[in-house]
């Protein structure tokens, strides 16, 4: 009897063992909760997005606690399971639209208004975005595939999941995990760009005040805005038309407790979302792969001509403007569209070489740019090749 009860026991201490993650693990999901575990680091110990970082580097560690599949609807790739369901937010392209409206009642297009110029900046630092689909294109990927992985160069990560669960749902994972990487790491990437591509007399460049911008101005350009870039991009409409709607709750001073909705509550929950859920993607079998480390290389490819391409477009544009009107070209950079980190940046290698030049005003005016820039590339590729 007391034979059978061991026996017994031992079998199903044997079966629950099968269940358990350290029966289950492979190499394969202890290198991604590494990569999840260096993502909470960076965040915690540097302060590189945290906002961003913590949600996906977490959800990394959820996406690779391995289990058996036995139908128990755990895992985000199991239909009917609650990640999944979750998850449902970013392949069909939910969040992205929603991050858009809270980033527009948050943003001041006062800088751009001031000097529409600027406008230029953002849309040459675009250029990250179709020389990463040209490079792609070459290194076998089909257009699809490459018009994603090229918008990872806006840096902007709403945009380039928006633009993935359109184009390519298989490299989604790889694609949002890449962009909002080099989003978190542009204190690290674009400083030694900027000082390459720049002389030190360019550096100490001092610009004009912004003039001061009206409320009726900032009223009436989310609108003008919208009808100009969806009327000449329609595709780009969800993400636009959010972007605009947001600014306008923002600027029009009666929606006020709209607005502190849309860049409060709404935005971090959202957030917390498309984060935990992008991190839990990239489960070690569907991510863990050769495709995905050359979408990562890519990516840092993209970003790097992003950066350069608006550092060089603000030195080929001073030729053509008199002493007093020139652009310092340190605020190039912040023509990718990651906001306000890029902008940020700026006045930091700018005070370097000048403690009293202040360039974050001047900076934003690119930066939000850039935000508008990376939405109507997209659009341009989905109506191109969707």
Known sequence: MQDSFLSFLGENLQLFLTYTGFYNVTPGHLIMILVGLI?????IRYEFEPMLLIPIGFGILIG??????????????????????????????WYPPLIFLGIGAMTDFSALISNPKLMLIGAAAQLGIFGAYIIALQLG???????????IGGADGPTAIFLSSKLAPNLMGAVAVSAYSYMALVPIIQPPFMTLLTTKKERLIRMKPPRLVSSTEKIIFPIVGLLLTCFLVPSG???LGMLFFGNLIKESGVTR???ETARGPMIDIVTILLGVTVGASTQASQFLTMQSILIFGLGAGSFA?????????????????RPGNKINPLIGNAGVS?????????QIVGLRYDPANYLLMHAMGPNVAG???????AGILLGFLG
């Open 371 to 377: 935000v508008i820039g990376s939405a109507v590339a």
């Open 237 to 239: 409409l969800p993400l």
């Open 39 to 43: 993502f909470i680091f960076l965040a």
């Open 338 to 346: 990651a906001v306000p980190d890029s902008a940020r940046i700026s």
């Open 305 to 321: 001509i992003a950066t350069c391409g608006g550092i060089l477009f603000v030195k080929f544009f001073n030729l053509f403007l």
């Open 64 to 93: 690779n606690i391995p289990f058996k599949d036995a139908g128990l609807q755990v895992g985000l790739y199991e239909e009917g399971s609650v990640l999944n369901i979750l998850y449902s937010g970013v392949r069909q392209g």
């Open 257 to 259: 407790r709209l607005a």
């Open 141 to 151: 990927f089909d257009p699809k595939q490459a018009g994603a992985i090229g918008i």
